[in-house]
């Protein structure tokens, strides 16, 4: 009775009808809510079948090279220390180190490297092309220069050969790697784990047959595209806009002045705390559900000779959104409840923030342990790379339980701060002002 | 405050500085002009105020008017910042960014004065802010992250349309208002 009259005031809000609203325009935007004309073909010989990563040491060294002498010649660094992007730009000393890290790799003299770049530039640091066969300089004092020849290539570029030497093991240049990502701050393409990303090798047709069968035997062909709705769903949606529901749900109660009223029922805190996060998580889980099963519905009818898992939408939308939407939702009772105020809005907010941009740097997969919404982006293009998911099944599942656990904490606190303001115990806001309501008595009583 | 921290903003330029000004700092026009209708959704509030001879949409004005400057404050300190720490800022870039937080900002006051509910407010310029990260460029003169491309033309569109959308979240008020 209790839940149906807490769900009742879900859905029938204006913020339940923009949370459908948003649910349904952010999933269209990104093309999961119909995946016809999306049909995965099996692989056949002669196509191309994507690229994937392998640590080649032939491969990996100089393409790793290339590209730390092109952001050395820029002097603009890509970064992730903290998984935000960040970009560095180093000082002469600095600057001056990665030079002597490429000349060690490479034979070239550290001067001549540090000066090709700034001779490249132009005596001011400035040269302009303005034709084909103009090129327009600035000179020391101030004045232009046109020149009609052909201009010159940069003699340090011209002269530059950027070949690593032969004797440079690959471990050796991991740690001169290593010194450059150090020097960087940390989080660049050059740190260990991430040189990998540079060995980028054609996924061969016996992988790519490989990958299929896996589609078929392991996600049965509508797993892949339910993970990838549950992807999109968990991280623009699901991870964020609950918080919105919790907040207006639990501010009603003392914007319609029903709180003492409710207080002094019979009813205990935890079956009403509990029985309106049900409400909430049933309220939220609804339209997932339904969009989910809608997305997924258009898959069925293009494998009608296969097996498929019809039941693919619901298992992701319990083991992948749910915990994030508990918690979020957790999060929204339990700072109102606290504060009295929509302070979780912004709370949540900023850890949705963080979330989403420290998955930039891993935009493809993302499964750490305190990650609000975990990332698998895959689509057919790369067989949604199921062998991937399959492989950090165990760092999901933990992070899974680990967001549902946390969740099922806090509406514990929040059933203790229920309970005590109940019995009359403040809490949150009306405790800082009593404490700040009483120091100021006591002063203009000393005062007095 | 915790943008130099998270972003780093030493020695960038033009393009790399307006990344953390258009990805983070913008976002302080939803906490700046989103609650201005705030105080007049309790019911005594409205009630008492209703009741004064001070028209309520001059009340909202000066509201909007003192959001706006103090907006405009925090992030030309901030650009400011910035340049100190050797980045390439213009004031193409601040009121690039002005423009942005306006549009955020006025979005969440118009989603205020429809609902009437300031927590469901900020559910408008969050759901904007999440779509410029999936379809970006689709959405042409409101893309609110292209100064890190060297595009500034959209920041007119959008502080047009903030100046529109402002009025008519005042306009509604006026309606409510009346109507009551």
Not at chain 1, 53 to 66: D, F, T
Not at chain 1, 241 to 264: G, N, Q
Not at chain 1, 277 to 293: D, K
Request: aromatic share 12%; hydrophobic share 45%.
């Amino acid at each position: 009775m209790l839940f149906r009259k807490e769900f009742n005031k879900v859905v029938f809000s204006v913020s339940y009808l923009i949370f459908v609203l948003v649910l349904v325009l952010a999933l269209t935007s990104q093309g999961v809510m119909n995946y016809k004309g999306e049909e995965l073909e099996p692989p056949q010989p002669g196509q191309n079948y994507g690229v994937k990563n392998k640590e080649i040491p032939e491969l990996i060294m100089p393409v790793a090279l290339e590209s730390l002498y092109q952001e050395f010649s820029a002097n603009s660094y890509t970064t992730y220390p903290i998984g935000f992007y960040k970009n560095v730009k180093l000082n002469d000393r600095k600057q001056e180190e990665i030079a002597q890290i490429l000349s060690e790799l490479t034979g070239i003299d550290k001067m001549e490297l540090y000066s090709s770049v700034n001779e490249a530039d132009g005596e001011n640091g400035v040269s302009y092309v303005i034709s084909d066969s103009g090129e327009m300089k600035e000179n020391e004092d101030g004045s232009f220069s046109i020149s009609h020849e052909e201009p010159e290539e940069s003699a340090g570029e011209e002269e530059l050969n950027l070949i690593l030497l032969p004797d440079i093991s690959y471990e050796e240049f991991r740690n001169a790697m290593k010194q450059v990502d150090d020097i960087l701050g940390g989080g660049s393409k050059y740190e260990a784990d991430a040189l990998i990303r540079f060995g980028t090798v054609p996924v061969s047709y016996e992988e790519a047959w490989e990958e299929y069968e896996l589609v078929k035997t392991v996600d049965y062909m509508t797993g892949g595209y339910a993970r990838l709705f549950s992807d999109y769903a968990g991280v623009m949606v699901c991870s964020i806009f609950p918080v919105f529901l919790a907040v207006v749900l639990c501010m009603k109660d003392r914007s319609s002045r029903m709180t003492e009223l409710i207080y002094v029922r019979t009813r205990s805190s935890a079956s009403l705390v509990f029985l309106r996060f049900l409400a909430l998580l049933c309220a939220v889980m609804l339209p997932v559900i339904i969009c989910s099963y809608y997305s997924n519905w258009s898959v069925w009818s293009m494998y009608p000779d296969m097996k498929l898992d019809y039941l693919a939408p619901l298992k992701y939308d319990i083991a992948w959104i749910l915990p994030s939407v508990m918690m979020s939702t957790a999060v929204g009772m339990c700072l109102t409840e606290l504060t009295d105020t929509p302070i979780a809005i912004a709370v949540q907010g900023f850890w949705w923030f963080l979330d989403v941009n420290a998955g930039y740097k891993t935009l493809e997969r993302a499964y750490g342990l305190f990650r609000l919404a975990p990332r698998h982006n895959a689509d057919i293009s790369t067989r949604f790379r199921t062998v991937d998911f399959m492989e950090h099944m165990q760092d999901f599942i933990t992070n899974r339980l680990l967001m549902a656990g946390l969740a099922i904490l806090l509406i514990v606190i929040t059933i203790m701060l229920y309970e005590g303001k109940r019995r009359g115990k403040s809490s949150g806001i009306d405790k800082i002002k009593a404490i700040a309501a009483d120091v100021s008595y006591r002063r203009n009583q000393s005062e007095a | 405050m915790l943008t130099p921290v998270l972003f780093g903003v030493s020695g960038l330029d033009e393009k790399a500085a307006a990344i953390p000004l258009e990805i983070f700092l913008a976002l302080i026009g939803i906490v700046l002009l989103t609650p201005v209708f705030q105080p007049e959704q309790s019911p005594d509030i409205n009630d008492l105020i209703a009741s004064k001879y001070v028209n309520i949409l001059s009340v909202y004005m000066i509201r909007i008017l003192y959001s706006l400057l103090v907006l405009f404050i925090i992030l030309a300190v901030f650009v400011c910042y910035m340049g100190i720490c050797n980045c390439e800022v213009s004031i193409c870039l601040l009121l690039g960014t002005v423009a942005e937080a306006m549009f955020l900002g006025s979005l969440g006051m118009l989603g205020a004065a429809v609902t009437n509910h300031t927590a469901v407010a900020y559910s408008f310029p969050l759901l904007y802010y999440i779509l410029n990260y999936g379809t970006g460029r689709k959405l042409g003169n409101f893309y609110l992250f292209s100064m890190r491309e060297g595009q500034y033309t959209t920041a007119g569109w959008l502080f047009m349309t903030s100046v529109v959308l402002i009025f008519l979240a005042l306009f509604i008020k006026y309606l409510q208002r009346k109507k009551s």
